[in-house]
């Protein structure tokens, strides 16, 4: 299956970038309903982005955060008493593919700290499980582990990742190593 995969990758990036094309012709609140409706009460913020972003991405608030003070002025005071947690999911263009994590952003000895893991920090978050398998399952979205999102793709070269490009790059987003 990977095979074929990186192959599909390989001819769909051959024809050039795509920036332009995401950026003009993809709504990048295609997700938003679907998303609202599947996780009812719990609030995000679509952070979608197609410059090197091959993704829908949406953050879902975890703790009690105003989602205007998010990544504003206010947020860095917000951090000094307060920990964020969140779940990010990612929608790829690319394919039917979609990537989670979930994120602890906190103040330590006076430095922002920004950790991620497959699974809820807190015991209180772990429902948010459930609505996410239930959104990949009705979605038909599929997961991959993070072995396979980290393996480099064969023939691949992309702007940032060049030929060090991985998969995640590939089907979500091309960043600096």
Not at 11 to 29: A, F
Not at 69 to 86: C, S
Not at 120 to 130: C, D, P, T, W
Request: net charge negative; charged share 25%; hydrophobic share 35%.
């Amino acid at each position: 299956m990977m095979k074929k995969l990186y192959e599909y990758l390989y001819n769909y990036y051959r024809r050039g970038e795509l920036v332009y094309t995401l950026q003009k012709y993809i709504d990048r609140d295609y997700w938003n309903d679907m998303i609202a409706e599947s996780f009812e009460d719990t609030p995000f913020v679509n952070q979608t982005d197609f410059n090197y972003g091959r993704s829908f991405e949406f953050l879902f608030v975890l703790s009690d955060c105003d989602l205007d003070i998010l990544y504003t002025d206010k947020f860095r005071p917000y951090l000094q008493q307060n920990t964020l947690y969140g779940m990010l999911l990612e929608i790829s263009v690319v394919g039917p593919y979609a990537h989670y994590r979930f994120i602890e952003h906190r103040n330590q000895d006076q430095q922002e700290v920004y950790n991620t893991q497959r699974f809820a920090y807190l015991e209180e978050h772990k429902y948010i499980e459930q609505s996410l398998k239930s959104f990949i399952e009705k979605n038909r979205l599929q997961i991959f582990s993070d072995t396979e999102l980290g393996k480099i793709v064969p023939r691949m070269n992309l702007e940032l990742s060049g030929s060090e490009a991985t998969l995640y790059n590939c089907l979500f987003e091309d960043y600096l190593k």
